[in-house]
């Protein structure tokens, strides 16, 4: 059985302040993908995707994501997003039911925990990669206390300390 990572994008891969979902929504919104390839290049901050990559690699999961960007972006324009900066194993592997649900009020905690149950299997491994700031309320949560957390620096995001923490609680739900 594959892991499900619940991925956040801002503070986690996302954390320029010049390219942003902002930018990404705008350059959907006008249809001209192609216009600023800088964008692309500079969206996602490249120790992120390098420890996103080798993640990956290890560990095969499917991806859920768990950002605000879902509220804003179809699954297509996802998809677009992470092929476009150099996520494209994220966009090939992205989980069938691929975002956390969306409603008034509920927190970060309580959308994963709406999805796990509507979608997870038992004994599925899980991951939350998630920032201090969207993903506060995921200290001390159930997420956080079966040791399903990992919470990036905001403005740091996702570097080798969060993927060898990431890593360890993988390979203690899969051994």
């Known amino acids: 059985m ?3 990572i619940f991925l956040d994008i801002d503070d986690v891969l996302a954390i320029s302040s010049v390219y942003t ?3 990404v929504i705008t350059t959907f919104k006008s249809g001209d993908l192609d216009a600023w390839p800088e964008l692309w ?3 996602v901050f490249q120790e992120a ?3 996103l990559m080798e993640l990956h690699s290890e560990f ?3 991806y859920v994501v768990s950002s605000s960007w879902s509220n804003y972006l179809t699954q297509g ?3 677009e997003v992470f092929q476009r900066s150099g996520l494209a194993f994220v966009a090939d592997n992205m989980q069938k039911h691929w975002t956390t649900p969306k409603a008034d009020g509920p927190s970060r905690p309580d959308e994963i925990a709406n999805w796990i149950a509507e979608h997870g299997q038992c004994g599925q491994p899980l991951l939350v990669i998630d920032d201090h700031d969207s993903g506060r309320g995921l200290l001390e949560s159930l997420l956080d206390q079966q040791s399903l957390v990992v919470l990036c620096e905001p403005w740091i ?3 080798a300390s969060k993927l060898a923490e990431a890593q360890i ?3 203690v739900q899969l051994s």
């Open 21 to 23: 979902s902002y930018q």
């Open 157 to 159: 995001g996702f570097v």
């Open 77 to 79: 324009q996802m998809r």
């Open 2 to 4: 594959r892991p499900i």
């Open 49 to 51: 995707r390098t420890n």
């Open 169 to 171: 609680k993988l390979r």
């Open 60 to 62: 095969w999961p499917q």
């Open 41 to 43: 290049q500079g969206l």
